[in-house]
């Protein structure tokens, strides 16, 4: 038989090899590139991780406008309650005393982490909260409305709530949402082997708060009315209803932030007596508080606070 001749430059088989050699080519590329990319899902450049320290922006970039006035606002109304909103104010508070710089430090309940967290449920009250229920809490509760000149927090609708909100929005500018972020809320304190006791607390107020919030509790007033130091218990304090009335809540922000400027220096078992002290003093009522104080104590202080309980002769949550 007669071999075929060998194909001529310019016949098919050159052409299928030029086509099969570019094609290999090309493949190579798409699996060199495929295998140098992340598998990590692709994040906005302006977002952080949940996993990572955030830091909210500087007030040099509240933007002008509309916005920035609102934003503005807000902030003034944080960090100086009573003179932006003192009609629904009934202590010596600001909101500033307990979410530290302006609502911009971790561990101490800081607004941006707040703010990506809500609508939420609170356990509290027994439903999803959004942002508004829950500044609105804050005055009735940390801010005791019940006893400002309006008698209750501010209506819902009011600009208050819109500006403290537009404030917050602004701090939590590129924080991931609908995730716990690190420095939310208040350290969390392990129990300790002796437990909290207010006895050993007096001690340990004595030598490391008194100096600033008074031997009393009554923190520093200024002439004004408002305070340069809050006060922890009496009258012009946050009310049996708050937050801060919780031994826990109260030991892990005190870890992690006092003495002011110096957290983290105490001890946990420190931490943990010097609240209960703190806790264990009398303060304004629970305006949940319809019938006994021991009914109020079954219902809504069932563990975890002193309310209702005999200290010093006397039956806190009565006043």
Not at 75 to 100: K, M, P, Q
Not at 136 to 142: A, I, K
Request: net charge neutral.
């Amino acid at each position: 038989m007669t071999e075929p001749l060998p194909p001529t430059p310019g016949d098919d088989g050159d052409a299928q090899r030029i086509i099969f050699g570019i094609t290999a080519a090309l493949l190579i590329l798409v699996v060199t590139y495929k295998v140098g990319q992340s598998d990590a899902p692709v994040r906005a450049p302006d977002e952080v991780a949940a996993d990572a320290a955030f830091s909210p922006p500087t007030e040099s970039t509240i933007p002008a406008g509309p916005d920035g006035d609102a934003i503005r606002r807000g902030r003034l109304i944080f960090i100086e309650t009573a003179a932006r909103a003192g009609r629904y104010v009934g202590n010596g508070l600001t909101c500033s005393n307990c979410h530290l710089d302006a609502g911009r430090k971790a561990d101490a309940s800081p607004m941006w982490a707040a703010w990506v967290s809500y609508p939420a449920y609170r356990a509290k009250n027994g439903r999803v909260n959004t942002m508004e229920d829950r500044i609105r809490d804050c005055f009735l509760y940390s801010m005791n409305a019940p006893a400002s000149k309006a008698g209750a927090p501010p209506p819902y609708g009011d600009d208050i709530y819109r500006d403290l909100q537009a404030y917050f929005a602004w701090l939590a500018t590129g924080a991931p949402s609908g995730k716990p972020l690190p420095g939310r809320g208040f350290v969390k304190l392990a129990a300790t082997p002796l437990g909290h006791d207010p006895l050993r607390g007096a001690t340990v107020f004595a030598g490391q708060c008194a100096s600033c919030h008074g031997a009393n509790g009554q923190g520093q007033a200024n002439p004004d009315g408002s305070y340069t130091i809050p006060p922890l218990w009496g009258s012009r304090s946050y009310n049996w209803g708050a937050g801060m009335t919780g031994v826990a809540s109260a030991a892990g922000f005190i870890k992690a932030n006092m003495p002011y400027g110096q957290g983290n220096t105490l001890t946990d078992q420190q931490a943990w007596d010097v609240a209960a002290y703190v806790d264990s003093r009398e303060r304004p009522r629970d305006p949940r508080q319809t019938a006994t104080v021991e009914d109020a104590r079954k219902q809504f202080h069932a563990k975890g606070d002193y309310y209702g309980q005999t200290v010093d002769g006397k039956v806190l949550g009565g006043s």
